[in-house]
């Protein structure tokens, strides 16, 4: 996750009258925070995010609505470490801190799914060289059970398999999008996601878990694929 500050008009991000866009790392900040807000659909009335980054009335309308949530859960956990927006210039500026407060916060009180992002970094759970991310521990087995989800696509997704060795390359990142395209073109309702749809190995190893959630329920009915067990 971002280091906790302000995001900066002009610098990190600019306003149309539509929507507000990030500028370089800013802009899968936003996406990020799309997807998170996703993980209350069903637990909260929010309205499915399409996870592009561009942020308008519909995010700032879900987050208002899970702070509604948990707050009626819990009264006392009404402070919170950003102004509830009003505006999507609100949102841009305190995205890191929305995001934190989701993932944290409103996800216990609302018992939002499990699921988590991996973290990046030396010593962390991931990490990447130019060409590949690879996970540490059992994360590297995730990556790994990653690309065998993925290739029970392939067929109804129209790609070549991946090879699955649990390093994430810009394969593994195509054949998610490839995914995400065949569904929505199948039933457009659902392209809605909790994770960005991926446009690097990075983000797909980040939302692996989320990914692969996706993959076994939502995108097997919708391809006519049996569910994968756990």
């Keep these: 996750m971002s280091e906790l500050r302000r995001y900066e008009k002009g610098k990190d991000w600019n306003a149309t009258a539509a929507s507000v866009s990030g500028v370089g790392p800013v802009a899968s900040e ?17 309205e499915p995010l399409v996870v592009d980054g561009q942020l308008g009335p519909k995010t700032v309308g879900s987050i208002k609505a899970v702070y509604d949530a948990v707050v009626k859960k819990n009264p006392l956990l009404a402070a919170t470490p950003f102004p509830v927006p009003d505006t999507k210039e609100e949102v841009a500026e305190f ?68 090879e699955v060795d ?3 390359g810009p394969k593994t990142a195509a054949a998610v999008t490839a995914i995400y395209k065949k569904v929505v073109a199948k039933n457009p309702l659902l392209a809605a996601t909790p994770f960005p749809v991926p446009d690097t190995k990075e983000e797909v190893a980040e939302y692996a878990q989320f990914i692969r959630g996706w993959l076994r329920t939502t995108a097997a009915k919708a391809l006519g694929l049996a569910e994968a067990s756990a």
């Design 166 to 168: 649990g390093f994430i």
């Design 30 to 46: 936003f996406k990020g925070l799309q997807a998170d807000l996703n993980r209350f659909i069903g637990i909260v009335p929010v």
């Design 95 to 162: 995205a890191p801190h929305i995001r934190g407060w989701l993932v944290a916060t409103a996800a216990d009180a609302l018992g939002a799914p499990k699921q988590r992002r991996y973290v990046r970094g030396e010593g962390k759970e991931w990490n990447t060289n130019d060409k590949i991310a690879w996970g540490a521990g059992p994360v590297h087995d995730d990556l790994k059970a990653l690309q065998t989800d993925v290739n029970r696509f392939a067929g109804a997704a129209g790609f070549a398999a991946v």
